[in-house]
């Protein structure tokens, strides 16, 4: 019910003063002023900013620059997944296969060892080549692992000096060692990682790969790999001379 045009008497005024009531009738609810809320002291007065709460940004990891690291791509019939080298089959030692979750999709690799590997060179085993690293950069590496045999596994990097990974399988020039992790039976998946620098300018690419470097060990042992990434390492920015 709406009431236009009622007066009342205004004392501090000393006139009559029109004002409009809007009346709700609702279960409960006379036809009446409701007195505002107090108001309390964390409510600002209209028209003040106030900062409800801080939320820290979280800056988004910079992009992997091992292509495939995560291992989804994995053709049909292909020997590795995609951007990735199987282990020399001629050798025989060790055999990759996709690891599958229930829907069917590939998103890990098993590597298993009926023998020791310790003694081949890198691009025989399984491994991957990082060609778009620049030189004197500060890099990591960093893997996800569930190695189901209490054999030490080894996963190292290497530069070679050459433009491309074919030159680099055909030069004379033995690869610098730029770093490497180990790593025995884990618990489950573990994360690994360790830091790298590319070294100097001049043609360069990167290979990693992984070794079962027990030369007496249990066999057959078995590797689950996930998620092989190298990403930049932030380093701090120097104070303003
Ligand atoms: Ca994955």
């Not at 236009?4 to 003063?17: A, I």
């Not at 080549?129 to 080894?154: A, G, I, Q």
Request: charged share 20%; with cysteine.
């Amino acid at each position: 019910m709406t009431v236009h045009g009622s007066y009342f008497w205004d004392r501090t005024q000393r006139r009559c003063t029109k004002v409009t009531c809007i009346c709700l009738l609702a279960a409960g609810l006379g036809c009446g002023w409701q007195p505002a809320a107090p108001r309390t002291s964390d409510v600002p007065p209209p028209g003040t900013m106030m900062t409800v709460s801080v939320t820290p940004i979280e800056l988004a990891p910079a992009p992997n620059l091992i292509q495939n690291g995560d291992f989804s791509a994995w053709q049909a019939d292909a020997s590795a997944p995609d951007y990735f080298g199987a282990p020399d089959a001629a050798r025989g030692v060790s055999v990759i296969e996709p690891e599958r979750g229930e829907d069917g999709a590939v998103w890990a690799v098993r590597q298993t060892w009926s023998a020791s590997d310790a003694i081949d060179a890198y691009p025989k085993l399984f491994h991957v080549w990082v060609t778009n690293l620049k030189p004197d950069t500060r890099y990591r590496f960093s893997l996800r692992v569930r190695n189901e045999s209490p054999n030490l596994m080894l996963v190292r990097a290497f530069r070679y000096a050459v433009r491309t990974p074919a030159e680099a399988l055909v030069s004379n020039d033995p690869p610098q060692v730029l770093g490497n992790i180990s790593f025995g039976q884990t618990q489950g998946f573990e994360e690994h990682a360790f830091d790298f620098q590319t070294g100097g300018a001049g043609d360069f690419c990167v290979l990693i790969g992984a070794k079962n470097n027990a030369v007496e060990g249990t066999f057959p042992a078995v590797c689950v790999w996930d998620e092989w990434a190298v990403r930049p390492v932030a380093t701090p920015q120097a104070p303003p001379q």
